[in-house]
Structures are given as structure tokens and as C-alpha cells.
């Protein structure tokens, strides 16, 4: 199984970008897909995570200016990133949750937010 994130970079503060996770070697449509980020001297946090369902949660931080959302058909999980703050500056990854023991990642991408 393998996960591709693109659609990081460097933007100015209140601007949005794009993330996308491309996933190949399963499908995904029936597993919970989330995006998480980890700052510099910081811990891997939870930003926010859709099930299969289609039941999303979003960590306090991002609530009302991201948006997780994912096409099954595309085997494809996005992350729409409005009203970028500096604090949003991270690495971030998406992981497949394949069940509590079994998680696939990303290798990650650079989402950098200048003041």
C-alpha cells in the first residue's frame, strides 16, 4: 500500500491551498483516511479525519477553515485549506487506517504559511 501527498507549499497568510493523497494497493472507500500534521519540536497531531461514511472531525484549529473530503472512485482523500495561519506551518501526512493495528502513511508534504 502506498500513500502520495501533493499540493503542499509556501503561501502568504490568508491565502488556501490543496492538499490530495493519492492511495494504491487497496481501496479505500470502506476505511477511515485522515490528514495530520507535525511542526518542528512538535508532536504528530490529528487535523482532521473522514470515514468511510463519510462522518468527518476536525481538530479545533482548523474547524471552519478546512475541509476534509475524499472520492472513492479516484481512491483520492483531499484536504481544502482555507484562511491559512502561520501556526498551520507543518509536514503534513495522511495515513489509512486499515484497523487499529494498521496504519499506512505518507511520506508527507511541506505546507509552509508566512506572515
Known amino acids: 500500500v502506498q500513500l502520495v501527498e501533493s499540493g503542499g507549499g509556501l503561501v502568504q497568510a490568508g491565502r488556501s491551498l490543496r492538499l490530495s493523497c493519492v492511495v494504491s494497493?487497496?481501496?479505500?472507500?470502506?476505511?477511515?483516511m485522515g490528514w495530520y500534521r507535525q511542526a518542528p519540536g512538535e508532536q504528530r497531531e490529528l487535523v482532521a479525519a473522514i470515514t468511510g461514511g463519510g462522518s468527518t472531525n476536525y481538530a479545533d484549529s482548523v474547524k471552519g477553515r478546512f475541509t476534509i473530503s475524499r472520492d472513492n472512485a479516484k481512491n483520492t482523500m483531499y484536504l481544502q485549506m482555507n484562511s491559512l495561519k502561520p501556526d498551520d506551518t507543518a509536514v503534513y501526512y495522511c495515513n489509512l487506517r486499515i484497523a487499529s493495528f494498521i496504519n499506512y502513511w505518507g511520506q508527507g508534504t511541506q505546507v509552509t504559511v508566512s506572515s
Open positions: 494497493g487497496s481501496t479505500i472507500s470502506i476505511y477511515v
